[in-house]
């Protein structure tokens, strides 16, 4: 097991989606995504080749599906680095830059 560690666009997209969250479903359907969240980064760290590929555009990168978001990380020597945390339906290589 790696231990995961999330960039400030990472923390700052967990948090962006937990007040969107509270304010579309409530406190209670928003602590369970989050879980769901939480639980997608402890499989990640578990098992860093769980997430698929991003593709040639940026080939050191995978992605995972958790709900309506994906995650898109990098697996490293000591460490799994999540980069982004980003809605589906968002453009996501414009935001993926280091």
Known sequence: MKPVRLSARARRDTQLIAASS??????E??????ADLAAGLKRIGDNPGIGSLFGPERPDLRRLRVGRHIIFYRDETDAVAVLRVLHERMEHLSRLGD
């Open 22 to 27: 509270r304010r579309e479903w409530g406190e």
């Open 29 to 34: 359907r928003t602590a369970r995504y989050l």
